[in-house]
Nanobody, 127 residues
Framework: QVQLVESGGGLVQSGGSLRLSCAAS????????MGWFRQAPGKERELVAA????????YYADSVKGRFTISRDNAKNTLYVQMSSLKPEDTAVYYC????????????????????WGQGTQVTVSS
């Protein structure tokens, strides 16, 4: 069993930066593909960025490409996303997720393929 806890959310002005962290407890973190999702009020949860087990493969949604960077430190059991040039439309609850049913070398794209979820952290970008 893996537990995920996000941190680092908050209120930031447009153009600002935040770094979110996702601390994992339990065994197997280093072999799990991971992802960051977000959900704004009234909208579906969407994949923002994803990474395979060793960081060799990544995916970014077009809306965040060039502004967000996903990374992981397997020694610390922690996943990160560095968010820069934030826009009001980035406002959402951000969730990290891990998959233990997909091959570690893959980047996982779909919510249904993730097995563990954090509780979420709110990011609010003011204009």
């Amino acid at each position: 069993q893996v537990q995920l806890v996000e941190s680092g959310g908050g209120l930031v002005q447009s153009g600002g930066s935040l770094r979110l962290s996702c601390a994992a407890s339990g065994r197997g973190f280093m072999s799990y593909p991971m992802g960051w999702f977000r959900q704004a009020p009234g909208k579906e949860r969407e994949l923002v960025a994803a990474m395979n087990w060793n960081g060799g493969k990544t995916y970014y949604a077009d809306s965040v490409k060039g502004r967000f960077t996903i990374s992981r430190d397997n020694a610390k059991n922690t996943l990160y996303v560095q968010m820069s040039s934030l826009k009001p439309e980035d406002t959402a609850v951000y969730y990290c997720a891990a998959s233990n049913t997909v091959e570690p070398y893959r980047v996982v794209m779909h919510t249904t393929e993730y097995d563990y979820w954090g509780q979420g952290t709110q990011v609010t970008v003011s204009s």
